[in-house]
């Protein structure tokens, strides 16, 4: 049994060493991240709503919800091959990155991804958040929305 454990362990090891997550940008690169680029052919930009949400039928998750909504410049679809593939929330230089992220669909033009699961911040405080965006043929590029307050919802 403890060898069957033991080479599960080195497997998981190996795994997260070749290709597992990439490295996280440092908050400074996180910071300096654009607020509008070039991707895909299209000038795109991003807006945040972070908000926590404490009505009774949501449970007990009241972590920080992000509402993060991509737009193109020219008010055209954005490429379909463009995904989100991470969020950073930046509060300071303190940075959350482990959300569970969900697209949305039916909003047009606009490409919507809810992420949730984040930090228990205080609602009022400040967050800027960054996303990552992947095209069809692996290019990645850093998008910032600019600091937003967190909402709450009672």
Do not use: H
Not at 31 to 60: E, H
Not at 64 to 70: A, S
Not at 80 to 92: E, M, Y
């Amino acid at each position: 049994m403890f060898k069957k454990c033991l080479v599960l362990l080195v497997a998981c090891l190996w795994l997260a060493g070749c290709g597992g997550s990439p490295t996280s940008p440092s908050t400074a690169t996180l910071q300096s991240a654009a607020t509008s680029v070039t991707f895909a052919g299209k000038t795109l930009t991003v807006t945040s709503y972070p908000y926590r949400d404490f009505m009774p039928s949501t449970g007990p998750d009241t972590s920080l919800r992000v509402i993060l909504t991509i737009r193109t410049g020219d008010g055209s679809t954005v490429p379909s091959g463009v995904t989100v593939d991470a969020v950073w929330a930046l509060n300071g230089s303190t940075s959350f990155s482990a959300w569970t992220l969900s697209p949305q669909s039916g909003f047009e033009q606009n490409y919507v991804v809810n992420a949730t699961k984040g930090p228990t911040w205080d609602v009022g405080m400040s967050v800027t958040a960054v996303i990552r965006l992947k095209d069809a043929s692996g290019n990645t590029v850093l998008l910032r929305a600019p600091s937003q307050p967190i909402a709450s919802t009672f």
